[in-house]
């Protein structure tokens, strides 16, 4: 039976992006700046990515269908009866903060070929009501607080998130509220993290575990728990290359060299339980993972990760 090498919860959309979006041109901080301005105090993760630049590569449409996650897809169902599409977006931010003690929930920056007047034309005729939200109108695909709302702002800007976090947003926009630049640590994290990499991010506290919970390939009946693993990580940033094929470098900040030590040595001992899980199920196909390179330094944990498309589609759907 194939088995599902890739679990998904919570922070999963952002690992989703990892195929399906890039690059960050020089010069095209804008966004970033308006994120931590905007973006909730508590965020507790950013990732920045460029899809009018991936869109460039041989391989991105049939990676991305491959590599659509419920969520994303369920999002893009909602922004299309605005007559939002995904060729229309050139820059997206995602943030994410905590809700209650396991879950998070995101919101989001867009710019690109966002024209308000266009999108009222088809949420009227989509049947959607706008909701006034601190002065900007903006479209809720849902009841409840749960909804996810989108608000065109001046610039061609949108953003995004359930009726809450907008709220929340928008009152920041406007200096009323508290933002994420508040965080003087986050503020520098991601400040560090930026990159002309295709695409780069970064998480802190229990975004980390949420984070490999993600990304990182477990045996189905190989139950990891990621939040004691990195109980002594700070801080993970990450940046990825998208090209002839995806390579994938990560930091991680411990919170002392004894501990870096310790997560080194458990991840290169969940390396060889992968491989030896990937051969007796996969005998006959390459590990995407073969590659991984797992170094410590002081109370830094790096790892590097080359993989060919091809074998990153075999490696099944995420979000199954």
């Given at each position: 039976m194939?088995?599902?090498w890739?679990?998904r919860?919570g922070?999963?959309?952002?690992a989703?992006l990892?195929l399906?979006?890039?690059s960050?041109?020089?010069?095209?901080q804008?966004?970033?700046t308006?994120?931590?301005?905007?973006f909730?105090?508590?965020?507790?993760?950013?990732?920045?990515?460029?899809?009018?630049?991936l869109r460039g590569?041989?391989a991105?449409?049939?990676l991305?269908?491959?590599?659509?996650?419920?969520?994303?897809q369920k999002?893009?169902?909602?922004?299309?009866?605005?007559?939002i599409?995904e060729?229309?977006?050139?820059?997206?931010v995602?943030?994410w903060?905590?809700?209650?003690?396991?879950?998070?929930?995101?919101?989001g920056?867009?710019?690109g070929?966002?024209?308000s007047k266009?999108?009222?034309?088809s949420?009227?005729a989509?049947?959607?009501t706008?909701?006034?939200?601190?002065g900007?109108?903006?479209y809720?695909?849902?009841?409840?607080q749960?909804?996810?709302?989108?608000?065109i702002?001046?610039?061609?800007i949108?953003?995004?998130g359930?009726l809450p976090?907008?709220?929340a947003m928008?009152e920041?926009?406007?200096g009323q509220?508290?933002?994420?630049a508040?965080?003087?640590?986050?503020?520098q994290l991601v400040d560090?993290?930026?990159?002309?990499?295709?695409?780069?991010?970064?998480?802190?506290g229990?975004a980390v575990?949420?984070?490999?919970?993600?990304?990182?390939?477990?045996?189905k009946?190989l139950?990891m728990?990621?939040?004691?693993?990195f109980?002594?990580?700070?801080?993970l940033s990450?940046?990825?290359?998208?090209?002839?094929?995806?390579?994938?470098?990560?930091?991680?900040?411990c919170?002392?060299a004894?501990?870096?030590?310790?997560?080194?040595?458990?991840m290169?001992g969940?390396?060889?339980?992968?491989q030896?899980?990937?051969?007796t199920?996969?005998?006959?196909?390459?590990?995407?993972?073969?590659?991984?390179?797992?170094?410590?330094?002081?109370?830094?944990?790096s790892?590097?990760?080359?993989?060919?498309?091809?074998?990153?589609?075999?490696m099944?759907?995420?979000g199954?």
């Open positions: 194939k088995q599902r890739v679990k919860a922070l999963g959309i952002a989703t990892f399906i979006l890039s960050m041109p020089a010069g095209a804008d966004i970033i308006d994120a931590l301005q905007w909730p105090q508590n965020t507790v993760a950013v990732e920045y990515s460029n899809p009018s630049i590569l041989a991105y449409q049939a991305r269908s491959h590599y659509l996650g419920r969520d994303l999002l893009e169902d909602s922004l299309a009866e605005l007559g599409h060729s229309d977006i050139h820059e997206l995602l943030g903060e905590t809700k209650g003690e396991k879950s998070f929930q995101y919101e920056l867009a710019d070929s966002l024209d266009a999108i009222a034309q949420a009227a989509s049947g959607i706008a909701t006034t939200v601190h900007e109108k903006a809720c695909f849902a009841s409840g749960s909804s996810t709302c989108v608000a702002l001046p610039g061609q949108g953003a995004f359930p976090l907008l709220a928008l920041a926009r406007k509220g508290p933002s994420a508040g965080d003087a640590s986050f503020a560090s993290a930026k990159s002309n990499a295709p695409i780069w991010g970064v998480a802190k229990g575990a949420k984070w490999f919970d993600a990304w990182m390939p477990s045996e009946n139950q728990n990621w939040s004691s693993t109980q002594d990580v700070r801080s990450y940046h990825v290359q998208a090209g002839s094929d995806v390579d994938l470098s990560v930091k991680l900040e919170t002392d004894q501990a870096a030590s310790s997560l080194r040595q458990l290169d969940l390396k060889l339980i992968q030896l899980a990937w051969r199920s996969n005998p006959s196909q390459p590990n995407p993972f073969e590659n991984l390179d797992v170094e410590a330094a002081e109370n830094q944990v790892f590097k990760l080359t993989a060919d498309y091809a074998s990153l589609e075999r099944g759907p995420l199954h």
